[in-house]
T-cell receptor, first 116, second 116 residues
Framework: EAGVVQSPRYKIIEKKQPVAFWCNPI?????LYWYLQNLGQGPELLIR????????DSQLPKDRFSAERLKGVDSTLKIQPAELGDSAVYLC??????????????FGPGTRLTVL | QQQVKQSPQSLIVQKGGISIINCAYE??????FPWYQQFPGKGPALLIA?????SEKKEGRFTISFNKSAKQFSLHIMDSQPGDSATYFC???????????????FGKGTKLSVIP
């Protein structure tokens, strides 16, 4: 079974430029998460999707960040314009969803963003 | 507000020794407590998880001890090996009725180094 796929793995951009990250979850997983991981910190949730619906985006800085999950499969996270403080690893995770408690989240390798 | 506090920040253990990492949480609504292992350049991977209806869970060399009254839980790695060298994150969440998916709150991580 293929894991969560993310691309690109690394991205270096100038500040004020736009950037986009792509995530392909594990096949059949209804729930998709985007996390931000700063150096030496634990992941912090940005947004959670149930199928194509964003059900928790309270931590997403909506002035510059946007996300979409068309057709409830792949997802894209965009930053426009990027700021120096956005340098971090952006992690995508997916889970099966459904009615079971404690649904395991599977993480992708992340995209390391460097803003110069 | 940091809802999950993890300690120590770093840990050096000799091969064959016991590694102990501690976490404390504040939100009494949390009812799922996983531990994730992260190697450099990789996303976090679920190691072991516990729910508050049991005080201990063991899987191979890894054991979670849970103290509901103290709102604390810990990871014990027995017979630590150099291959265990990684960053470990505790996390906590509450289950959502119906949908089954949940939001993880992570600790800041513990960098474990197991020396030969």
């Amino acid at each position: 079974e293929a894991g969560v796929v993310q691309s690109p793995r690394y991205k270096i951009i100038e500040k004020k430029q736009p950037v986009a990250f792509w995530c392909n979850p594990i096949s059949g997983h209804n729930t998709l998460y985007w996390y931000l991981q700063n150096l030496g910190q634990g992941p912090e949730l940005l947004i959670r999707y149930e199928n194509e619906e964003a059900v928790d985006d309270s931590q997403l800085p909506k002035d510059r960040f946007s996300a979409e999950r068309l057709k409830g499969v792949d997802s894209t996270l965009k930053i426009q314009p990027a700021e120096l403080g956005d340098s971090a690893v952006y992690l995508c995770a997916s889970s099966h969803g459904g009615v079971s408690r404690g649904d395991t989240q599977y993480f992708g390798p992340g995209t390391r963003l460097t803003v110069l | 507000q940091q809802q999950v506090k993890q300690s120590p920040q770093s840990l050096i253990v000799q091969k064959g020794g016991i590694s102990i990492i501690n976490c404390a949480y504040e939100n009494t609504a949390f009812d799922y407590f996983p531990w994730y292992q992260q190697f450099p350049g990789k996303g976090p991977a679920l190691l072991i998880a516990i729910r508050p209806d049991v005080s201990e869970k063991k899987e191979g060399r890894f054991t979670i001890s849970f103290n509901k009254s103290a709102k604390q839980f810990s990871l014990h790695i027995m017979d630590s090996q150099p291959g265990d060298s990684a960053t470990y994150f505790c996390a906590a969440s509450r289950s959502y009725s119906g949908a089954g998916s949940y939001q993880l709150t992570f600790g800041k991580g513990t960098k474990l180094s197991v020396i030969p």
